[in-house]
């Protein structure tokens, strides 16, 4: 008789909380062959989103805040955070809670920050936020930020 293969890996889900650090899951943007660029280029003010319509940015030169770290980044993602995220209107009333969250990960280098913190970035409940985002379904790679994962 063959012993049961024991689960070698715990479960690394854990029942989110609005305590738990979120942030964007850029592998599941690869993993689910998403278009992150397009996605990016929604979230540009009104005269990037015309300048890049049909064309592509190059990558530039950013340094991590936290690190140091010089890295290169999409040039779509820099004209967000250099321009774009500084603008009134970057989040607003209208602007849907997995949307307004993603912008806040972008200009904030992808740091992860729970509901509570996010609620009080976005104006927005954090029961809210977390109902939306701690769901079956992933939007926008939005993801539990798991310690001492990436
Ligand atoms: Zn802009």
Excluded at 77 to 99: F, K, M
Aim: aromatic content about 8%; proline content about 8%; some cysteine.
């Amino acid at each position: 008789m063959t012993t049961p293969v024991p689960a070698l890996k715990p479960s690394r889900f854990i029942k989110p909380t609005v305590d738990t650090p979120y942030h964007i899951d850029f592998d599941w943007w690869t993993k689910a062959s998403r278009d992150l660029r397009v996605y990016l280029k929604s979230h540009l003010c009104d005269v990037h989103r015309e300048m890049y319509a049909e064309a592509s940015a190059d990558p530039v030169d950013w340094v991590d805040a936290h690190t140091a770290e010089v890295k290169p980044i999409d040039g779509i993602l820099y004209e967000l955070r250099t321009h774009c995220s500084l603008q009134p209107d970057y989040i607003h009333d209208l602007t849907s809670v997995v949307d307004a969250v993603f912008r806040v990960f972008m200009v904030n280098d992808n740091q992860p920050m729970n509901p509570r913190e996010l609620g009080k970035r976005i104006g927005k409940d954090p029961e809210l936020i977390l109902r939306t985002i701690s769901g079956k379904t992933v939007y926008q790679g939005l993801r539990p930020a798991l310690e001492g994962a990436g």
